[in-house]
């Protein structure tokens, strides 16, 4: 099984005992304001088997983030495409108590390097509601830049902006 290590953090594709800290984190409305709203249980499983899923079809997916300090599961983030997605996407999203503290950064940085070395991945964007001024700090953070307006397809729906970089461009970035 993959995993990625960074100073605070474990990233690992999602497991059955992540399920309850999933379902916590998506019933929070402040957290899921700008990723679909709250999540019901039966959707929180439905959003954990996806990105399983994922990994087992396109051997990647996004993480399960593990504070190492508590072994807690405190979000997900990392490489996603699914069909009919406007680009090749690193996102993020951490439970509440943790916002602040760098985790987004530290662990997309680890994900981005990821995404270029081992799946070959010439360019990141991160989908980014306007309203949603925390992810557009993150992005600046790790050298993302606003490139173009988006779209998420159906069942989403939703316009976006598409911020992100080139694999040149991360590489030549001072971390």
């Not at 509440?96 to 530290?106: I, L, Q, S």
């Not at 790790?142 to 080139?166: C, E, F, K, M």
């Amino acid at each position: 099984m993959i995993q990625l290590e960074t100073a605070r953090l474990i990233l690992r594709p999602p497991q059955r005992e992540d399920f309850e800290a999933w379902c916590a984190w998506g019933a929070d409305e402040e957290a899921m304001r700008h990723l679909g709203g709250v999540m019901t249980p039966p959707i929180a499983w439905r959003g954990i088997a996806l990105m399983a899923g994922s990994w087992a079809i396109n051997g990647f997916g996004m993480f399960s983030v593990i504070e190492k300090a508590t072994g807690r599961w405190v979000g997900r983030l990392g490489p996603w495409q699914p069909e009919g997605w406007p680009g090749t996407e690193v996102g993020w999203g951490l439970v509440r108590d943790v916002w602040g503290k760098g985790y987004a950064t530290e662990g997309a940085t680890a994900a981005i390097d990821w995404a270029f070395d081992q799946l070959g991945w010439t360019e990141v964007i991160h989908c980014i509601v306007p309203e949603n001024t925390n992810s557009q700090a993150v992005a600046k953070r790790l050298g993302s830049t606003y490139l173009r307006d988006g779209h998420l397809p159906a069942p989403i729906n939703v316009s976006t902006q598409l911020w992100g970089q080139t694999r040149d461009q991360w590489r030549a970035r001072t971390p």
